[in-house]
């Protein structure tokens, strides 16, 4: 069973940064893709940054320019790094990994860290 768990949240001032960190105990080179995403109070989990295998992002429009998703298979780690932070970017941050095997997809989930943009 894989698990992913992530660190880096706390509570920022607008206009700062913060870094998360997702580990994984499987290795990361055996999912087709790792993102992040995120629930506000009295939302729906929204997806914020994806990274294929290959290493191609993708990003939710509302991120576009402010965030970067990366990974270090070395250290089986995806990172967020989230710059010019905005109060509408309070949320629990949760990272995601999916692995096909043949014609299913497996989801794995981390427990989520919770990111507070404030003054």
């Known amino acids: 069973q894989v698990q992913l768990v992530e660190s880096g949240g706390g509570l920022v001032q607008p206009g700062g940064s913060l870094r998360l960190s997702c580990a994984s105990s499987g290795s990361v080179v055996s999912f087709s893709a790792m993102g992040w995403y995120r629930q506000a109070p009295g939302k729906q989990r929204e997806l914020v940054a994806t990274?294929?295998?290959?290493?191609?992002?993708n990003y939710a429009d509302s991120v576009t320019g402010r965030f970067t998703i990366s990974r270090d298979n070395a250290k089986n780690t995806v990172y967020l790094q989230m710059n010019s932070l905005k109060s509408e970017d309070t949320a629990v941050y949760y990272c995601?990994?999916?692995?096909?095997?043949?014609?299913?997809?497996?989801?794995?989930w981390g427990q989520g860290t919770q990111v507070t943009v404030s003054s």
């Open positions: 995601n990994a999916q692995k096909k095997i043949l014609l299913s997809t497996i989801t794995y």
């Open positions: 990274v294929t295998s290959g290493g191609t992002p």
